[in-house]
């Protein structure tokens, strides 16, 4: 038999080795674990799970008991492998992409986030895009255009945009900043 566990935070490949040890610590097993979701052999008692919840706790994840905030982990996680984890992507249909992921309909997704999160699935998703695109422009080994090819915007002037409509400033203004405000993924 096999649990699966719900954790929120967990937003990178760091993330998902530090969840390991923290399971591996407490004695148990990890099958598979992804963002936002690990599966583990065996069940996990209410002291185990306590336990679990407080060495999460102290690394900044949190244990997702509620059903809701458990399918809003996952779709917060889905959006954050598409955006961050899929380079060259093909121009994908959010829509799809999630309901395919998920198994749900898009709909009750859509009305399930902006109820809990207060902000739609597409907000959150352009956020991401925005962080990433932050992330390249900070590393400085992309143009605009081909930051803007990457992340499969249909131009630079709609990257940029979108990148002031978010931050309040232009692609240009933000590479010139000394300091590069950039938010943890888990914050977006």
Known sequence: ?????????????????????????AGLTPVDIELGMVRIEGEVNVLMHDRLASDLAAMG??????????????????????VHYRDNQSSVNLSDY???ELHCDYSGL???FSEFVGKTIERYYIEQRIERVK???FYDE????????????????????????????????????KSKPRKPLDKV
């Open 1 to 25: 038999m096999q649990t699966t566990l719900y954790i929120k935070n967990m937003v990178c490949d760091r993330c998902k080795m530090a969840v390991g040890k923290i399971l591996r610590d």
């Open 61 to 82: 994840f949190e244990l997702l008991d509620d059903r809701h905030q458990q399918m809003i982990e996952q779709i917060r996680s889905a959006i954050i492998r598409l």
């Open 98 to 100: 999630l309901s395919n």
């Open 110 to 112: 859509s009305r399930l």
């Open 135 to 137: 992330e390249l422009i």
């Open 142 to 177: 992309l143009s605009l255009t081909q930051i803007a090819f990457q992340m499969n915007y249909s131009s630079v002037a709609y990257l940029s945009s979108q990148f002031k409509s978010v931050t309040g400033m232009t692609p240009s203004r933000f590479k010139a900043l």
